[in-house]
Protein backbone atom coordinates (compact mmCIF):
# COMPACT_ATOMS: atom_id res chain seq x y z
CA UNK A 1 0.00 0.00 0.00
CA UNK A 2 1.08 3.87 -1.03
CA UNK A 3 2.14 5.69 1.86
CA UNK A 4 -0.83 7.81 0.29
CA UNK A 5 -3.51 5.70 1.02
CA UNK A 6 -1.94 4.55 4.30
CA UNK A 7 -2.16 8.18 5.43
CA UNK A 8 -5.56 8.87 4.39
CA UNK A 9 -6.72 5.94 6.20
CA UNK A 10 -4.76 6.91 9.23
CA UNK A 11 -6.30 10.92 8.55
CA UNK A 12 -9.90 9.13 8.07
CA UNK A 13 -9.65 7.02 11.65
CA UNK A 14 -8.09 10.43 13.33
CA UNK A 15 -11.75 12.21 12.02
CA UNK A 16 -13.87 9.59 13.38
CA UNK A 17 -11.85 9.57 16.75
CA UNK A 18 -12.30 13.35 17.15
CA UNK A 19 -15.95 13.29 15.85
CA UNK A 20 -16.83 10.36 18.63
CA UNK A 21 -14.73 12.31 20.86
CA UNK A 22 -16.70 15.53 20.31
CA UNK A 23 -20.04 13.16 20.25
CA UNK A 24 -20.55 13.94 16.84
CA UNK A 25 -21.43 12.04 13.97
CA UNK A 26 -18.62 9.69 12.52
CA UNK A 27 -20.33 11.25 9.00
CA UNK A 28 -20.31 14.88 10.37
CA UNK A 29 -16.88 15.77 8.86
CA UNK A 30 -15.77 15.51 5.75
CA UNK A 31 -11.91 15.57 4.33
CA UNK A 32 -10.66 17.45 1.44
CA UNK A 33 -7.46 16.77 0.07
CA UNK A 34 -5.17 19.43 0.10
CA UNK A 35 -2.85 18.38 -3.16
CA UNK A 36 -1.43 22.11 -3.98
CA UNK A 37 2.69 21.51 -4.59
CA UNK A 38 1.90 17.82 -5.28
CA UNK A 39 1.91 16.09 -8.58
CA UNK A 40 -1.14 14.49 -10.74
CA UNK A 41 0.25 10.81 -9.75
CA UNK A 42 0.05 11.82 -5.69
CA UNK A 43 -3.70 12.87 -6.93
CA UNK A 44 -4.48 10.06 -9.05
CA UNK A 45 -3.02 7.90 -6.07
CA UNK A 46 -5.67 9.76 -3.36
CA UNK A 47 -8.49 9.26 -5.60
CA UNK A 48 -7.84 5.37 -6.54
CA UNK A 49 -8.12 5.61 -2.40
CA UNK A 50 -11.52 6.80 -2.52
CA UNK A 51 -10.98 10.84 -1.85
CA UNK A 52 -12.94 12.73 -3.99
CA UNK A 53 -12.61 16.22 -3.05
CA UNK A 54 -9.15 18.60 -3.65
CA UNK A 55 -8.37 21.60 -2.24
CA UNK A 56 -5.72 23.74 -4.60
CA UNK A 57 -4.48 27.09 -3.77
CA UNK A 58 -2.80 27.77 -7.31
CA UNK A 59 -4.49 28.42 -10.09
CA UNK A 60 -2.12 27.13 -12.85
CA UNK A 61 -0.89 24.00 -11.10
CA UNK A 62 -4.62 23.31 -10.32
CA UNK A 63 -5.66 23.20 -14.10
CA UNK A 64 -3.28 21.12 -15.26
CA UNK A 65 -4.10 18.51 -12.52
CA UNK A 66 -7.44 19.34 -14.01
CA UNK A 67 -7.26 18.61 -16.92
CA UNK A 68 -4.87 15.14 -16.66
CA UNK A 69 -7.49 14.38 -14.09
CA UNK A 70 -10.56 15.15 -16.32
CA UNK A 71 -8.60 13.39 -19.45
CA UNK A 72 -7.83 9.99 -17.31
CA UNK A 73 -11.20 9.88 -15.90
CA UNK A 74 -13.59 11.65 -17.48
CA UNK A 75 -16.63 10.72 -15.18
CA UNK A 76 -14.65 10.87 -11.91
CA UNK A 77 -16.78 12.38 -9.49
CA UNK A 78 -13.96 14.27 -7.89
CA UNK A 79 -14.86 17.43 -6.69
CA UNK A 80 -11.78 20.44 -6.62
CA UNK A 81 -12.49 23.50 -3.88
CA UNK A 82 -10.10 26.55 -4.39
CA UNK A 83 -8.53 27.51 -1.57
CA UNK A 84 -6.58 30.49 -2.29
CA UNK A 85 -5.88 34.21 -2.21
CA UNK A 86 -7.81 34.92 -5.56
CA UNK A 87 -7.15 37.59 -7.64
CA UNK A 88 -9.78 39.40 -9.99
CA UNK A 89 -8.26 38.48 -13.44
CA UNK A 90 -8.56 34.89 -12.42
CA UNK A 91 -12.15 34.59 -11.52
CA UNK A 92 -12.93 33.03 -15.14
CA UNK A 93 -11.05 30.51 -15.18
CA UNK A 94 -11.72 29.50 -10.96
CA UNK A 95 -15.61 29.63 -11.98
CA UNK A 96 -15.29 27.49 -15.06
CA UNK A 97 -13.03 24.49 -12.93
CA UNK A 98 -13.76 24.37 -9.76
CA UNK A 99 -16.94 22.86 -7.83
CA UNK A 100 -16.28 25.27 -4.59
CA UNK A 101 -14.22 28.32 -3.47
CA UNK A 102 -13.54 28.83 0.05
CA UNK A 103 -11.95 32.17 -0.27
CA UNK A 104 -14.43 34.65 -0.45
CA UNK A 105 -13.64 37.79 0.77
CA UNK A 106 -14.84 40.39 -1.67
CA UNK A 107 -18.06 40.96 -3.44
CA UNK A 108 -16.99 41.89 -6.27
CA UNK A 109 -15.34 38.49 -6.26
CA UNK A 110 -18.47 37.10 -5.74
CA UNK A 111 -20.11 38.66 -8.38
CA UNK A 112 -17.59 37.82 -11.01
CA UNK A 113 -17.48 34.10 -10.16
CA UNK A 114 -21.57 34.48 -10.17
CA UNK A 115 -21.61 35.83 -13.76
CA UNK A 116 -18.59 33.94 -14.66
CA UNK A 117 -20.34 30.38 -14.06
CA UNK A 118 -20.93 28.51 -17.06
CA UNK A 119 -24.64 27.56 -17.28
CA UNK A 120 -24.33 24.47 -17.99
CA UNK A 121 -22.35 23.98 -14.65
CA UNK A 122 -24.65 23.49 -10.98
CA UNK A 123 -23.94 26.51 -8.91
CA UNK A 124 -20.42 27.33 -7.24
CA UNK A 125 -20.70 26.49 -3.87
CA UNK A 126 -18.37 29.42 -2.00
CA UNK A 127 -17.63 30.12 1.83
CA UNK A 128 -16.66 33.33 3.25
CA UNK A 129 -13.22 33.81 4.49
CA UNK A 130 -13.29 35.17 8.07
CA UNK A 131 -9.76 36.64 9.58
CA UNK A 132 -10.14 34.70 12.93
CA UNK A 133 -6.41 35.68 14.22
CA UNK A 134 -7.27 39.27 13.56
CA UNK A 135 -3.92 39.46 12.08
CA UNK A 136 -3.07 42.28 9.35
CA UNK A 137 -1.12 40.42 7.00
CA UNK A 138 -3.91 37.57 6.97
CA UNK A 139 -6.69 36.93 4.24
CA UNK A 140 -10.07 37.05 5.18
CA UNK A 141 -12.77 39.52 6.25
CA UNK A 142 -13.21 40.47 10.31
CA UNK A 143 -15.86 38.41 12.36
CA UNK A 144 -18.44 41.48 12.42
CA UNK A 145 -18.58 42.10 8.31
CA UNK A 146 -19.80 38.33 7.52
CA UNK A 147 -23.27 38.47 8.12
CA UNK A 148 -23.84 41.86 5.40
CA UNK A 149 -20.91 40.23 3.25
CA UNK A 150 -23.16 36.68 3.67
CA UNK A 151 -26.66 38.80 2.60
CA UNK A 152 -25.09 40.02 -0.48
CA UNK A 153 -23.37 37.00 -1.82
CA UNK A 154 -26.46 34.84 -1.13
CA UNK A 155 -28.53 36.71 -3.88
CA UNK A 156 -25.54 36.01 -6.15
CA UNK A 157 -28.01 33.89 -8.74
CA UNK A 158 -24.75 31.03 -9.68
CA UNK A 159 -23.35 30.81 -6.15
CA UNK A 160 -24.58 29.06 -3.59
CA UNK A 161 -23.65 30.37 0.08
CA UNK A 162 -22.41 27.68 2.04
CA UNK A 163 -20.63 28.74 5.06
CA UNK A 164 -17.31 30.16 6.37
CA UNK A 165 -13.82 28.81 5.95
CA UNK A 166 -10.68 29.83 8.09
CA UNK A 167 -7.19 29.85 8.99
CA UNK A 168 -6.13 30.08 12.75
CA UNK A 169 -2.58 31.12 13.95
CA UNK A 170 -0.30 28.11 13.11
CA UNK A 171 -0.67 25.98 16.68
CA UNK A 172 2.62 25.44 16.92
CA UNK A 173 3.78 29.72 17.10
CA UNK A 174 0.20 29.97 19.64
CA UNK A 175 -0.44 26.73 21.50
CA UNK A 176 -3.40 24.92 21.60
CA UNK A 177 -5.62 27.46 24.09
CA UNK A 178 -5.24 30.22 21.50
CA UNK A 179 -5.80 28.50 18.92
CA UNK A 180 -8.93 26.98 20.45
CA UNK A 181 -10.09 30.28 21.27
CA UNK A 182 -10.00 30.77 17.97
CA UNK A 183 -12.16 27.66 16.71
CA UNK A 184 -14.43 28.79 19.55
CA UNK A 185 -15.28 32.02 17.80
CA UNK A 186 -15.54 30.84 14.36
CA UNK A 187 -18.22 28.01 15.86
CA UNK A 188 -20.03 30.91 17.74
CA UNK A 189 -20.31 32.89 14.27
CA UNK A 190 -20.57 30.24 12.73
CA UNK A 191 -24.22 29.73 14.24
CA UNK A 192 -24.74 33.12 14.18
CA UNK A 193 -25.22 33.82 10.75
CA UNK A 194 -26.80 30.25 10.56
CA UNK A 195 -29.80 31.88 12.57
CA UNK A 196 -30.04 35.12 10.88
CA UNK A 197 -29.59 34.08 7.68
CA UNK A 198 -32.08 30.98 7.01
CA UNK A 199 -30.54 29.50 4.14
CA UNK A 200 -30.82 25.76 4.03
CA UNK A 201 -27.48 25.36 2.22
CA UNK A 202 -26.07 26.83 5.01
CA UNK A 203 -23.62 24.32 6.52
CA UNK A 204 -20.38 24.80 5.87
CA UNK A 205 -17.49 25.03 8.37
CA UNK A 206 -14.21 24.65 6.66
CA UNK A 207 -11.50 24.77 9.27
CA UNK A 208 -8.79 22.35 10.46
CA UNK A 209 -5.39 21.23 8.66
CA UNK A 210 -3.01 18.64 9.28
CA UNK A 211 -1.88 20.10 12.44
CA UNK A 212 -5.00 21.36 14.27
CA UNK A 213 -7.65 18.97 13.23
CA UNK A 214 -9.17 17.46 15.90
CA UNK A 215 -9.67 20.69 17.85
CA UNK A 216 -11.46 22.17 14.52
CA UNK A 217 -13.98 19.15 15.17
CA UNK A 218 -14.55 19.59 18.49
CA UNK A 219 -15.15 22.83 17.77
CA UNK A 220 -17.87 22.18 14.86
CA UNK A 221 -15.57 21.86 11.30
CA UNK A 222 -17.41 20.37 8.96
CA UNK A 223 -14.82 20.01 6.52
CA UNK A 224 -11.10 19.90 7.04
CA UNK A 225 -8.48 20.80 4.75
CA UNK A 226 -5.46 18.48 5.24
CA UNK A 227 -2.24 18.14 2.98
CA UNK A 228 0.90 17.37 4.80
CA UNK A 229 -0.68 14.68 6.83
CA UNK A 230 -1.73 12.73 3.40
CA UNK A 231 0.55 13.65 0.67
CA UNK A 232 3.66 14.47 2.82
CA UNK A 233 6.00 17.64 3.72
CA UNK A 234 5.80 19.93 1.05
CA UNK A 235 8.95 21.42 -0.61
CA UNK A 236 8.50 24.21 -2.05
CA UNK A 237 5.45 27.11 -1.96
CA UNK A 238 4.07 27.07 1.45
CA UNK A 239 0.49 28.07 1.30
CA UNK A 240 -0.55 31.28 1.82
C1 LIG B 1 -1.93 24.43 2.56
C2 LIG B 1 -3.28 24.65 3.11
C3 LIG B 1 -3.91 23.66 3.87
C4 LIG B 1 -3.27 22.34 4.26
O1 LIG B 1 -2.25 22.54 5.17
P1 LIG B 1 -1.50 21.29 5.87
O2 LIG B 1 -0.89 21.89 7.06
O3 LIG B 1 -0.53 20.76 4.89
O4 LIG B 1 -2.54 20.28 6.21
C5 LIG B 1 -5.21 23.92 4.30
N1 LIG B 1 -5.83 25.09 4.02
C6 LIG B 1 -5.25 26.05 3.30
C7 LIG B 1 -5.99 27.31 3.01
C8 LIG B 1 -3.95 25.87 2.84
O5 LIG B 1 -3.38 26.87 2.13
Not at 111 to 137: D, F, K
Amino acid sequence: MSAITQNLQAVHAQIVHAARAAKRPDTAVRLLAVSKTFDFDAVVTAMLAGQTAFGENYLQESLEKIAAVQELRPDSAIEWHFIGPIQSNKTRLIAENFAWVHTIERLKIAERLSQQRPSTLPPLNVCLQINISGEASKSGIAPDEALALAQCVCLEPNLRLRGLMAIPEPLKQKGASSVEQQFAQMQQLFQELQAQLKLADFDTLSMGMSSDLDLAIAHGSTMVRVGSAIFGKRLHKSGN
